[in-house]
């Protein structure tokens, strides 16, 4: 089935000659298709254009429509879309590789069109499909604004991340396995978005980790593996969390649905603190949170490009994703719920505690982002950053309560931009790989001339994370911001110590992609790069159309707004009132934020600048804060003492295994490798011992038992 | 004093029972020698037998032998069951030795901590 | 006339044992057809008496109709009769696998013996299963000690025997406990019948108490040994390592689980709820299910040879079950009993699938199985499908039984025992995951990349395939067995 041997496609002679090939010319064509689809579709819903009224004209249009429309399995088609394209695709994949390409680009293209479907059911609260029987409580699937949202960036950027694979796996192995469990990826990632309950959330949740896990080691090197064990392990112990929070959950309230759950949890003393800790755990290992990031900048550089450009893209969202899901469903009051309720508080108190970790992520994600040369590591770096930001905004919205709407539409709309100026730079760092194969930026300078579309694309990108006006990120940075100024105006004061710390990660952020854009597209090119020819294929054309995308919400942010953010408030417990004066009326480019923004990258331009002059971009922190120091110290320190306090003498220090342990020696040593060794020195101590002593053991418990039964009957 | 004496006078063959156990283990627990073991585990099973046929006693009774006279019998299903624990406890004993034998002939001992040894050489360590 | 059938079937197995030494001149696969004719009619005559149970209730079959107190009674209940129908289908699979595979170090003419060994097993398994009487289960549970033992042993190597060795005597250690504690009981009630012990305990344990908290002593820490509860575990390793695999799948996915079956009957059905409320015995059976559960895995995480490893999981996993009969609750024993036959299906697969590849390829360390994913992809893939059903992931039978299980702690008020098991699942992932990888992932390096794929014969596929198919369909579709299983947990309450 997957193939070790070299695929069609990795032969360089069968590449096309011609400027432009014909794939490139379809997949530009259809990818034009599809997103005037969606626009158009979206203007009909609202009747701002009269594309519905052609439609009824013409029968089949119209039979067509209203079939699809009717179709009641509609969520599951499009999870099932995926995977069904992926068997599809191993099929056509066999020989051809173009054929293998068509097919995953159609699968995806249809995704999105079959998800646009869904927008009229959800504008109108949600669309529910369940299978009962499975697992015992059966499956349960719901589009609603929020969950059409995510289906909807998750599609786009999904396809033109498709459409940018053709091209650049080229140059890679195994490319039959790649796109197959891409197709798997795409199918859990789709299904956790469109999941009713926690339940059925939480399985392709796990589908998800363990089929993007074939993604991450794709290379198949030494430092994938190593990577891979830290994504693969965290993802499960995240799953694990999860599981318990669900546990728990079922066990207080019944019921797995999201429904508001609050006045039940209430009930319960602090299991609900419980619950909400572990999901925010569980999820928070998917988003890149900070104490729990590690995973994150190992795992997406050493994956193939596309693959990165979506876990940071996507996958990590569905992080964030799961946090607002549970929150506003399980934690919200129901809908009307009055502001002075009691049924806000726990939401309140969670709230307070996201917000610091939000800016804690964004903090840490910033400071460690600047000290690196890997393009990618950076970049992993800067999605823990923005992923700081939307968690930050979670957390308004949980803080705030009643008059949280503003945190809230800053967090998606964070989500939605953060997704698409992301995966466009990791498919900048792509493509300058994919030129030059060199990922260090030091080593790099003057692409511009050389590839000056892709030099465009990334300082769009840039732009738009940088949160420069005209760009998207400048739209979400406005909101999030205004959300944290609300927290301590109508909250506690001490936020306002969180709105300065905000501003300086913005600066820094700004900064950082001043050196990227500097030293991988400016400078002096080194000679070595004199030979690469520029030329148009599918990876240019998907760049450019996310470079479109994010340039039209930078013009256009209402559209974002008006579309996809402001009808959520209505399945939602916030203040109608407040979401009428501040969302719907919030304007953007006032003069306030203008000249905020002016400081930013003022005080972005200075940090660059220090940065590079007094060399403060390859700070490096001591081995004794890392997490493995914390913990092995002590425990090696245990298992030394009792080994000696065991046997005395006999104890053997000098073992092989044993000085493995040994932390200064041995730096590059796993996490999981060390916990491996570890139990290797304990069974190697205690396994033989025990066994040779069975009878022993058996007197010793049934005396022990004996005793304790009859002390505990007399007593 | 005498009271004590007299509760052990009449357990004793319960009390016999439980010194038979305990011998029996001690026996498998602090032996080496394989055919230890294996007799120690034998003292484990009469003891539990010594204490079943003992609980079928009745004082004074006779064997349940039907011979029309009006007497006490003693409970005669603990000696039936008995006589299968005996079988039972036999076969293992016989197999454990046809094992004793074997291991005998493969690692020319019957020392328990001279066949770990020769294990772990065996086995490099 | 229905009633008459487990003990038929009974008889038809000790009696298919017994022709096996006639054939002796013929084919070999004479034998080992016939044996399988046997098995099917034995499994139809089962599921016959299942859809009797099911439908009329429970019933009673008395040996030479003498009375309760003195005969041997059959008891013939839901609980009994989905056991054994379990039983001999995973035994029919394992059965089928056996046909191709029986050979892994067993000499060729021992093969019959083999077959004697295997079907006086399950003669043995379905007398304790049927048994309404404590003495009856002790004759029962030698048979199957002796079996056992001498199926391992069969295998005429060093470390068989040794491992034999050790098997019997801690094994006779724990027959002999639990004799001491039916006859404890025999003292207080004076029956070895379970049902009129259950009677008089419930009537009269208060007058003896140390005679019954004796008794519940001796009896679950003999047939705790037997199951390879934690403390008790040290035999199992090297006896389920060191058998020939398909009888590694049968001692780690069947034995242990009838003992745990015994462990049920002792605990619900002799002593029942007025004991157990009073004698700290949940307690005990939680604790020492815990460190089990950590333990196991923590041991099974250092092995370097597969099927020691496998054995290792075996200890951790018997702990859930433990765990969930500790739980004294009607939701605890389900959960308990949806692993028992979650874990012998999972185990049986993997037991199976590391047989087929230490058939074909001659490795059994762990290290070796790097690119193993190409040269044996279905053995693989089931093996990958088990695994990942240890671990619990969804869609896989592991899981439903961690979700049941977590909810039957959390029900108990036992908060931790979640925690517990949650480590236990990482800690499973630690040492499965790996293999796994390796396996679909790397590359082996001293093989040269030929990509073909290794046959291996028909009949070691078919059962392989058929217990990765159960896994997956008993972890998507659990509504039914929970049901049943529910109903069988509220009966022995």
Known sequence: ?????????????????????????????????????????????????????????????????RFIYELRALPLLIIGLPFLGSVAMLWFGRNSCNGRD?????????????????????????????????????????????????LMVTSVIWFLVMVYAHEYMKKEFNCNRFFFFMGITYGAVLGTIVAGDL????????????ASYILVIHGQKEDSYHAGYSYIFMGIIGGFAILVAMLLLYFTVGDLAFDSAIAALSQHGSARYWIIGLLIFGFGIKAGMAPVHVWLPRAHP??????????????????????????????????????????????????????????????????????????????????????????????????????????????????????LFKSLLFMVAGVVFYHTGESDMYKLGGLWRKLPLTATVCLIASLGIAGIPLFNGFISKTILHH?????????????FYAELIFIVISAGTVASFIKLFYYVFLRKMPARYRRITPEYNNLDTAMAMMALIIVYIGLNPRFVLDTFIIPQFDTLAYSADFVQTYVVGLTFFTAADLWLMLGIVVFGFIIFIGGKRWHLFHLKLPYWMSVEYFVFYPMNWIIKNACRLMYGDECKYNDETITKLRLKDNKDIGFLDRFKIMATVFNTRFEKRIIRSDAFIYTVFVTGVLLMMLVMRLV | MSALLESVLDHINYLGAMALFVIGLHTVVTHSNLIKKIMGINIMGTAVFLFFVAIGNVTDGVPPIITGEDVIYINPLPSVLILTGIVVVVSITVYSLSLVVRIYETHGTVDQKEIARLNDEEAGL | MIAQLPIVSMVMLLGMALIIPLFKRRNFSVTTSLGFVVLLAVWVLTLLVLWHVRVEGPMTYRFGNYEAFLGIELYIDLFAVLFVFFILSLIMVIYVYSTGDATEGVAEKEYGRYYILLFILLF?????????????????????????????????????????????????????????????????????????????IGQHWTAYPANATTAIGFMVVGVGIKSAVFPFHVWLPDAHSTAPSSSSAILSAIVVKVYILIMIKVLFRVFGLSVLDVIPVSTLLIAVAATGMIMGSMFAMAQTDIKRMLGYSSVAQVGYIVMGIGLISVLGLQAALFHVVSHALMKAALFLSVGAIIYKKKIRKVSEFNGMGFEMPVAMVVFTIAALGMIGVPMTTGFISKLNLGLAALDGGQAVLVFVLIVSGFLNALYYLPIIINAFLKDNPSQIRVMRVEKIPKTMLGPLVVLGALIVYFGLFPGVLIRVLEAVAASLL
């Open chain 1, 1 to 65: 089935m997957f193939k070790r041997n070299k695929t069609v496609c990795d032969h360089p002679q069968l590449k096309q000659r011609s400027v432009i090939g014909r794939f490139t010319v379809v997949s530009t064509v259809l990818v034009l298709f599809s997103i005037a689809f969606v626009g158009l579709f979206i203007a009909g819903v609202h009747g701002d254009i009269g594309v519905f009224e052609w439609v009824r004209e013409v029968a089949v249009l119209r039979a067509v429509y």
């Open chain 1, 102 to 150: 068509s097919i995953v680009i159609a699968m995806t293209s249809l995704t999105i069109l079959l998800t646009v479907f869904t927008y009229p059911h959800a504008l109108e609260g949600g669309f529910a499909y369940s299978i009962p029987g499975v697992f015992g409580l059966g499956l349960s699937f719901n589009v609603d604004m929020l969950g059409f949202t995510m």
């Open chain 1, 199 to 210: 339940l059925t959330l939480f399985l392709f949740f796990e589908i998800m980790t363990f």
């Open chain 1, 302 to 419: 050493v994956a193939p490009t596309p693959a990165s450009a979506l876990l940071s893209g996507i996958m990590i969202k569905l992080g964030a994703y799961g946090i607002l899901r549970i929150a506003v469903s399980y934690y919200f009051p129901p809908v009307g719920t009055d502001g002075g309720d009691a049924l806000w508080l726990t939401s309140q108190t969670i709230g307070s505690a996201v917000i610091w970790i939000g800016i804690v992520t964004m903090a840490i994600g910033v400071f460690l982002a600047l000290q690196q040369a890997n393009i990618k590591r950076m970049l992993a770096y800067h999605s823990i950053s923005q992923m700081g930001y939307i968690v930050m905004g979670i957390g308004v919205a949980m803080y705030l309560g009643h008059i949280g709407a503003m945190g809230y539409a800053g967090a998606i709309y964070h989500i939605i931009n953060h997704a």
């Open chain 1, 483 to 495: 959300g944290i100024v609300e927290a301590y105006q109508y909250g506690h004061p001490t936020f």
């Open chain 3, 124 to 200: 043995a398994m379905l007398g304790i299963i049927y048994t309404n009487d404590l003495f009856n289960t002790y004759v029962f549970m030698e048979i199957l000690s002796i079996t056992t033992v001498s199926i391992i042993s069969i295998k005429r190597k060093k470390e068989n025997y040794t491992a034999s060795f050790r098997y019997v005597m801690l094994n006779e250690i724990g027959s002999l406990s639990y004799l001491f504690g039916v006859a404890l009981l025999y003292m207080v009630t004076g029956y070895t019948n379970i049902g009129l012990v259950a009677e008089s």
